[in-house]
């Protein structure tokens, strides 16, 4: 091999490491069945289609377990930070914790925490807002509600407001269980989140 040709080789390698390894941000979504795609194609879920817009500047790591909870997730997010480094993190959790009627200074505390493990490793939290069926009671149901706002503005953290009412009453936007969107609606969620991520991602 000459020196020209070995030369050449070194700088491919070297273009093709850099392309491998260089994103603008990293974005873990750590989340329940809403982010991991239950009863769908993981393909077709709002995740994946949020990555698919964002490549290949940015990088999406989907950190989501269905039926995972705010406890859960808090147990696991020390290890994810450390192992990805992210820039960002979606915590969308609590879901699991008001349909098992859990106390919500419990899921607020949990959420609380998350955030400021974000804080700490220099990432940005964003906060999904979530609701739960009205079968709950009005008086749960609108204090659940409400956690995701409170805690936004206490602790000063972006806020991807619930705007998934119309799914609910929409035919074909819901699977049969009655709770877990279908592929038709993945687009409409990742537009949700989109309209709050993309102006993080460009500042």
Same mark, same amino acid.
């Given at each position: ?22 994103y603008g941000s990293t974005l873990l979504i750590l989340g329940d069945s809403l982010s991991a795609g239950y009863g ?18 940015h990088n999406v790591i989907n950190g989501s377990i269905s039926g995972d909870t705010s406890g859960g997730g808090l147990?696991? $997010? ?9 820039? %960002?993190?979606?915590? *969308? !959790?609590?879901?699991?914790? @008001?349909l098992r009627g859990q106390p919500l200074r419990l899921m607020k505390s949990n959420l609380a925490k998350m955030i ?34 409170? $805690? ?9 407001? %619930?705007?998934?009412? *119309? !799914?609910?009453?929409?035919? @074909? ?31």
């Amino acid at each position: 091999m000459s020196c020209m040709q070995f030369f050449i080789k070194r700088l491919c390698c070297l273009f093709l490491l850099l392309g491998a390894n260089t994103y603008g941000s990293t974005l873990l979504i750590l989340g329940d069945s809403l982010s991991a795609g239950y009863g769908i194609d993981p393909e077709k879920g709002w995740v994946n289609l949020l990555r698919e817009d964002l490549k290949p500047q940015h990088n999406v790591i989907n950190g989501s377990i269905s039926g995972d909870t705010s406890g859960g997730g808090l147990s696991r $997010l020390p290890l994810l930070i450390e192992k990805y480094n992210p820039d %960002f993190v979606i915590l *969308e !959790l609590g879901g699991n914790d @008001g349909l098992r009627g859990q106390p919500l200074r419990l899921m607020k505390s949990n959420l609380a925490k998350m955030i400021n493990l974000c804080f700490q490793s220099s990432a940005t939290p964003i906060l999904f807002g979530m609701r739960i069926p009205p079968n709950y009671g009005r008086r749960y149901t609108e204090a659940f509600a409400k956690v995701y706002a409170q $805690l936004a503005e206490e602790t000063k953290t972006v806020l991807i407001p %619930f705007e998934l009412e *119309e !799914l609910a009453i929409t035919p @074909g936007m819901i699977q049969q269980d009655g709770l877990h969107p279908t592929e038709q609606a993945q687009p409409i969620i990742k537009s949700a989140v989109s309209k709050v991520v993309f102006p993080l991602l460009v500042n």
